[in-house]
C-alpha cells in the first residue's frame, strides 16, 4: 500500500493514468465502431492520401498541411490495407480526450 501511495504522489501519476484511460477508450470504440466520413470533404482527403485517384499516394491534400499530408501518405506506402486517415482523425480525437482527462484529474487533485 505505501508503494501505491508513493506512486499516485509521482508528477508522472496523472498523465499516464489519463494516457491509459484514453488509449482504453480509443482502442474499445476502434474495434466496436466503423470509421465513417460524413461528409466529401474527408472521403476525398482519404483516396488522395491512399492514392484512389492517381494511384499513389500523395501528401498533397485539400485541408490539411503538407506534413501532416505527407506522413499519413507515408503510412498509406507502408501497409495500404489500413484507413490511415481515419484511424489519425481519430486517434487525434483521444489524445485530445486525454488532454481534458488530465486537466480535469489535475483540478480535482488540486482541489482536495
Do not use: Q
Not at 501505491?4 to 484511460?21: D, G, Q, T, V
Amino acid at each position: 500500500m505505501k508503494a501505491f501511495n508513493e506512486i499516485r504522489k509521482s508528477k508522472y501519476y496523472i498523465p499516464a493514468l489519463s494516457m491509459l484511460i484514453a488509449a482504453a477508450c480509443c482502442i474499445f470504440f476502434y474495434k466496436h465502431f466503423p470509421i465513417f466520413y460524413d461528409i466529401n470533404d474527408d472521403t476525398t482527403m482519404r483516396n488522395i492520401a491512399s492514392g484512389a485517384y492517381t494511384g499513389e499516394p500523395d501528401g498533397h491534400m485539400i485541408f490539411i498541411k503538407y506534413v501532416l499530408g505527407c506522413v499519413i501518405s507515408g503510412l498509406y506506402k507502408l501497409v495500404s490495407s489500413i484507413d490511415w486517415y481515419g484511424t489519425v482523425l481519430f486517434s487525434l480525437h483521444f489524445i485530445c480526450l486525454m488532454f481534458v482527462i488530465c486537466r480535469v484529474m489535475k483540478a480535482l487533485r488540486e482541489k482536495n
